[in-house]
């Protein structure tokens, strides 16, 4: 898990303000995160650098993996939500985008 991130640049100043402002890594955790909001992400570049704060390094990288693991994604749904809620959740990610 998380390869290669000693060849990751560090994150700019502007990418890690987004990521503080974007995502909760200190009050949810990383998995919990993806299997609620996972599927409105089309495009997730933060996995692309490191960042300082550790815990937010290991967030992020936690919810790189399980973005674009293949099946990763809905095996942290199944964690978290029913099946019912995974198949909601499914249509209203389809219909925004």
């Not at 991130?5 to 100043?13: N, R």
């Not at 303000?17 to 996972?38: I, N, V």
């Not at 095996?75 to 978290?80: A, D, G, N």
Request: overall charge negative.
């Amino acid at each position: 898990m998380h390869a290669y991130l000693d060849q990751y640049p560090p994150a700019p100043l502007s990418r890690l303000q987004d990521a503080l402002r974007l995502f909760p890594y200190r009050t949810m955790s990383a998995e919990e995160y993806a299997a609620k909001e996972g599927p409105y992400w089309v495009c997730f570049s933060f996995g692309d650098y490191i960042y300082e704060d550790a815990a937010l390094n290991e967030w992020i990288h936690t919810l790189d993996d399980i973005l674009f693991m293949p099946g990763r994604l809905r095996e942290t749904q199944r964690k978290f939500m029913s099946e019912a809620e995974i198949a909601e959740l499914d249509r209203n990610a389809r219909e925004a985008w």
